[in-house]
């Protein structure tokens, strides 16, 4: 099955400066990428996603990228605020499969 | 659109006891919803995927006969954890899948603690 595996486990960042989180997966076969930022106690909340057909979607401040042939995936985010800390989530599916989240990165964003 | 609600949002219980979790798609019909558990600090573990109608689908490790999943309508599916004890104490989060799509959207949590 699919393995999902997220770097780093922990991220800290001055304000305004730029944040990136690495996920890489397994199966060849993926081929949707969703994002989710969580916060304490609540629900896992979709950002952003890209599907296998796309290399890069941007959206506001918040990009990720998509390297099928290494098969690895980053999500980007720049001009970072306070408001950005949370632990943030990668995940992958064929599209009919569960997602397999990786293990998470918390971000701190310092003021 | 594509909202999902889960009931109760926290639940406090004595070991040995029942509880059972509802998780409902209230603008929309999920032929699939998916259990996941989630412990302190970690990631999302998928418990199981339920299909409307059929046996659920229970990953490697996670009891089917401890953890009854039960999916009569497309747009309901139940989770009850059946004897539970401490160990069992976690956030259970569902979600749904619209056909055809690969997006879930996920219910805002129960917080199980088992005394």
């Known amino acids: 099955g699919e393995n999902v595996e997220q770097h780093p486990s922990t991220l800290s960042v001055q304000e305004g400066d730029s944040a990136v989180i690495k996920c890489t997966y397994s199966?060849?076969?993926?081929?949707?990428f969703p994002w989710y930022k969580q916060e304490l106690g609540k629900r896992p909340q979709l950002i952003i996603d890209i599907r296998s057909n796309v290399g890069e979607k941007k959206d506001q401040r918040i990009a990720v990228t998509l390297n099928k042939t290494a098969k690895h995936f980053s999500l980007h985010i720049t001009e970072t605020q306070p408001e950005d800390s949370a632990v943030y989530f990668c995940a992958a599916s064929r599209g009919n499969t569960p997602l397999v989240f990786g293990k998470g990165t918390r971000l701190s964003v310092i003021a | 659109g594509a909202v999902v609600s889960q009931h109760p949002s926290w639940v406090i219980c004595k070991s040995g006891t029942s509880v059972k979790i509802e998780c409902r798609s209230l603008?929309?019909?999920?032929?699939?919803m998916f259990w996941y558990r989630q412990f302190p600090k970690q990631s999302l573990m998928l418990m199981a995927t339920?299909?409307?109608?059929?046996?659920?689908?229970?990953e490697q490790g996670v009891e089917k006969d401890k953890f009854l999943i039960n999916h009569a309508s497309l747009t309901l599916s139940t989770l009850t954890v059946t004897s539970a004890h401490p160990e069992d104490s976690s956030f259970y989060i569902c979600?749904?899948?619209?056909?055809?799509?690969?997006?879930?959207?996920f219910g805002p949590g129960t917080r199980l603690t088992v005394l």
């Open positions: 339920s299909n409307e109608g059929s046996k659920a689908t229970y």
């Open positions: 979600s749904a899948r619209l056909a055809g799509v690969g997006e879930q959207f």
């Open positions: 199966d060849s076969a993926s081929n949707y």
């Open positions: 603008d929309f019909q999920a032929t699939t």
